[in-house]
């Protein structure tokens, strides 16, 4: 088996090896650039203008400069896929921001004292000036005592008072780097709020899958907390069915992590795989029919599957696990 017969395989390699250095060894530099120009400029004029003994006796030499060329390719793309680089990035903008409108693109999470959104900044206020931005936050929203009703949802359009905070590294060695998690979901700022700083201004779901994803997932929860009057109860089957850990209280919680079973209220691929286990067992009898069998028990288990991921919200978990 040869080395040369994976072409594939060492250009993937070489791909991932610069995003990594990027993300984790924080190898940046503005001459990444003009070197990844370069290098391909001589590649191409090589590839076009020499001769085939010179390729062939310098098929090493050639080859190795293609992995660098696509090693600096993942370096690059990688800065500039990276949003707080941006021009446009909200941080980017202006130094104090007065106001800002954005709407919420993922489901709201209700905790018992506050909201919490992961929003998407649409443009900012920088002194008289509206500009147009880019940029995800992390907000925190208190509802104030004795203050209106305060509903939020996915798609809803915000215009919130204040300027966000830039992500505090971990302050002590060995503890868990939240600023850390977050990038990696493009969040670099968080923004705590009262109710009062806050205005709903309309309602323009992003995405209109997800929605009605979204709104699925609240129909059964409703169901389900109409149907289950126990308070730990219905917490634990929302959070087995449907991923909603919002109501789980810490006794809760800790109980399931002390055992090592805190995975199970995670919904993922493993309750995508009994679902499907019971929907074989059920449909078994379909396969029989040898001409459409096959088809109507694929066709069944397929729109189950995706209704489910449909009632758990499209997470990614359990959009991975269908998916596959």
């Not at 001589?42 to 062939?56: A, C, D, G, Q, V």
């Not at 896929?81 to 709201?108: G, M, P, R």
């Not at 006794?251 to 399931?256: G, P």
């Amino acid at each position: 088996m040869q080395w040369s017969a994976f072409p594939f395989v060492r250009i993937v390699f070489s791909l991932m090896i610069g995003i990594l250095l990027y993300i984790y060894g924080g190898l940046y530099s503005i001459y990444w650039l003009p070197l990844f120009a370069l290098f391909s400029t001589i590649y191409i004029l090589f590839l076009f203008f020499s001769t085939p003994i010179l390729r062939r006796k310098a098929g090493v030499v050639f080859g190795f400069l293609g992995l660098v060329i696509v090693m600096l390719f993942g370096v690059n793309i990688t800065h500039y896929k990276t949003e707080i680089h941006q021009d446009t990035h909200f941080a980017n903008l202006c130094d104090s921001i007065t106001y800002y409108e954005a709407v919420i693109d993922e489901e709201v999470q209700k905790k018992p004292n506050y909201y919490k959104a992961e929003i998407v900044v649409k443009r900012v206020l920088c002194g008289q000036t509206w500009k147009e931005a880019n940029g995800r936050i992390l907000l925190y929203i208190k509802p104030l005592d004795g203050g209106q009703e305060f509903l939020l949802q996915y798609g809803n359009i915000l215009l919130v008072q204040g300027s966000p905070q830039a992500n505090i590294p971990p302050s002590n060695p060995k503890q868990f780097d939240f600023q850390a998690y977050l990038a990696n979901q493009q969040i670099y700022h968080q923004h705590f709020v009262t109710s009062k700083q806050v205005k709903i201004l309309t309602l323009l779901p992003p995405n209109p899958i997800l929605n009605t994803a979204i709104w699925v997932r609240q129909k059964a929860n409703d169901i389900l907390s109409n149907t289950i009057r126990g308070r730990d109860e219905y917490s634990i089957v929302t959070a087995l069915v449907l991923g909603i850990k919002d109501n789980l209280d810490n006794a809760i919680r800790n109980a399931y992590a002390n055992t090592g079973a805190m995975h199970v209220l995670a919904v993922s691929g493993l309750h995508v795989g009994i679902l499907f286990q019971i929907l074989t067992w059920l449909f078994t009898w379909v396969k029989r029919n040898k001409k459409y069998g096959n088809w109507i028990f694929l066709s069944i288990t397929l729109f189950c599957l995706w209704f489910y991921a449909f009632i758990t919200g499209l997470s990614p978990s359990v959009l991975r696990a269908v998916i596959m």
